[in-house]
């Protein structure tokens, strides 16, 4: 059982990236897979989430209008389509798993690294 995220790097603000969080070893039916953040110095935090099933999605509001999580099935993936990228957005990013009706995520997929400069 294992998450894997990737596609981060270095963007100049305005700009955009699309992260991945592929599963593996189980399929994601009852599951919701967050994205989180961490920038240095500073708490993780929440980003966004989404619901396999039903495809129920959950933002930030600091994202809300700028991110968007969606799903591959054909890949068990989720994505994380990142627009008009600010400083303010540079961190690590990971995902986790959540088993519906459960409140531990779990399964953290190494982070991948989003750096918003000029």
């Known amino acids: 059982v294992q998450l894997q995220a990737s596609g981060g790097g270095l963007v100049q603000p305005g700009g955009s990236l699309r992260l991945s969080c592929a599963a593996s070893?189980?399929?994601?039916?009852?599951?919701?897979i967050g994205w989180f953040r961490q920038a240095p110095g500073k708490e993780r935090e929440f980003v966004a989430a989404?619901?396999?099933?039903?495809?129920?999605?959950t933002y930030a509001v600091s994202v809300k209008g700028r991110f968007t999580v969606s799903r591959d099935s054909t890949k068990n993936t989720v994505w994380l389509q990142m627009n008009n990228l600010n400083a303010e957005d540079t961190a690590v990013y990971y995902c986790?798993?959540?088993?519906?009706?459960?409140?531990?995520?779990?399964?953290w997929g190494q982070g991948t690294q989003v750096t918003v400069s000029s």
């Open positions: 070893g189980f399929t994601l039916d009852y599951y919701a």
């Open positions: 989404y619901r396999w099933s039903g495809g129920t999605t």
């Open positions: 986790a798993a959540q088993l519906l009706g459960t409140n531990e995520y779990e399964n």
